[in-house]
């Protein structure tokens, strides 16, 4: 079953990365033709952002309806990660996915990385490898019942002091209110 959620875990990242490149591929796309067909104007609204036009040909755009399926298949993979193997783990391999992003969008949207970029991938990927090392299977679930509704309850409490720290700052000068939610916080 680890295999499994590694492999899961593995395909989600690699999805994930996908679907960003294909989504920015077909928007490109689309922004690309239109300059090509002199209707460029359209594609912009009066505040400078894209228009209704524009984004409904790119909802249409074969890559990113591609890209979007692909975002659903990195979900899947990501929840059956998540199953089955420590959270800590499923979700950094899943966030992964930005390395694959970096190397799909050199080759299919022409972006040059620099030597800072490949660095920082080969360190996500020697830590990726050091934390699969250090990760074993593990079922947990030798806590009590009563320590689950204690955490509960404390993080209601928490929520609460939140809410009256954003409530408190909405109505005080913000020093005052800066002093609220760091007494909040801590």
């Given at each position: 079953?680890?295999?499994?959620g590694i492999?899961?875990a593995?395909?989600?990242?690699?999805a994930?990365?996908?679907?960003?490149?294909?989504?920015?591929?077909?928007?490109?796309?689309?922004?690309?033709?239109?300059?090509?067909?002199?209707?460029?104007?359209?594609?912009?609204?009066?505040?400078?952002?894209?228009?209704?036009q524009?984004?409904?040909?790119?909802?249409?755009?074969?890559?990113?309806i591609?890209?979007?399926?692909?975002?659903?298949?990195?979900?899947?993979?990501?929840?059956?990660?998540?199953?089955f193997?420590p959270?800590?783990?499923?979700?950094?391999?899943?966030?992964?996915?930005?390395?694959?992003?970096a190397?799909?969008?050199?080759?299919?949207?022409?972006?040059?990385?620099?030597?800072?970029?490949?660095?920082?991938i080969?360190?996500?990927?020697?830590?990726?490898?050091?934390?699969?090392?250090?990760?074993?299977?593990?079922?947990?679930?030798?806590?009590?019942?009563?320590?689950?509704?204690?955490?509960?309850?404390?993080?209601?409490?928490?929520?609460?002091?939140?809410?009256?720290?954003?409530?408190?700052?909405?109505?005080?000068p913000?020093?005052?209110?800066?002093?609220?939610?760091?007494?909040?916080?801590?």
């Amino acid at each position: 079953m680890f295999v499994i959620g590694i492999i899961a875990a593995c395909l989600a990242a690699v999805a994930y990365g996908m679907s960003t490149v294909l989504r920015a591929l077909g928007a490109r796309r689309v922004a690309t033709t239109a300059r090509e067909e002199g209707t460029e104007d359209s594609q912009t609204n009066a505040a400078g952002g894209p228009s209704l036009q524009s984004t409904m040909s790119t909802f249409v755009d074969p890559a990113f309806i591609l890209g979007t399926t692909m975002v659903v298949i990195g979900f899947a993979g990501g929840a059956l990660a998540a199953r089955f193997l420590p959270l800590f783990l499923s979700q950094t391999i899943v966030s992964a996915n930005l390395v694959v992003t970096a190397l799909l969008g050199t080759i299919m949207l022409n972006i040059a990385l620099q030597t800072r970029d490949w660095i920082a991938i080969w360190l996500v990927v020697l830590s990726l490898c050091l934390l699969g090392l250090s990760a074993e299977p593990h079922a947990g679930g030798g806590e009590s019942a009563v320590f689950h509704w204690e955490l509960f309850v404390a993080t209601l409490g928490l929520c609460g002091l939140a809410l009256l720290g954003s409530t408190a700052s909405a109505s005080t000068p913000p020093s005052s209110a800066a002093r609220w939610q760091v007494s909040c916080s801590v």
